[in-house]
């Protein structure tokens, strides 16, 4: 068996050796050098103030609105998280939950034997369809919907 997953990995190694070619990798100093001319200075202060707002400090210098920063989640795509990888929690990652949500719902089968996904997966769809789950977004707790 050890044979056999070494010739795998040996395998995949060289094939991915024979895609590199040395014209592909071709640096042009000039689009370098204007990229560190139109570069924006960034000071120790601003590093430090993104740092305390974070994600909505970029919301809303881009957007001009008000907007809170766990309000950007795409209600389509957290749907779509929930139906292909539903059962590691990866789509209550991307709404912004605990960081280990990932391991209660892995551990616990899908969350719960997969009833806890499937509930979710209704949830989102209808929030998506409304275009609303801000309700659900950071939502820290193991049933989101409670």
Request: proline share 1%; with cysteine.
């Amino acid at each position: 068996m050890k044979k056999v997953i070494f010739a795998l990995v040996a395998m995949a190694a060289l094939s991915f050796n024979s895609f590199a070619e040395d014209n592909d990798y071709v640096l042009n100093d000039n689009a370098i050098e204007d990229a560190f001319a139109t570069a924006t200075e960034v000071s120790l202060q601003d590093i430090n103030l993104f740092a305390e707002n974070g994600i909505s400090l970029m919301a809303n210098s881009q957007s001009g609105s008000a907007m809170m920063g766990r309000s950007s989640v795409n209600p389509w795509g957290a749907w779509a998280f929930c139906t292909f990888l539903g059962g590691f929690g990866i789509h209550r990652h991307y709404m912004g939950t605990s960081k280990w949500m990932w391991a209660y719902y892995t551990f616990t089968c899908g969350g719960i034997f997969g009833i806890v996904t499937l509930v979710d997966w209704v949830v989102l769809l209808v929030g998506a369809i409304q275009d609303d789950i801000g309700s659900y977004t950071g939502n820290t707790s193991f049933f989101m919907w409670m």
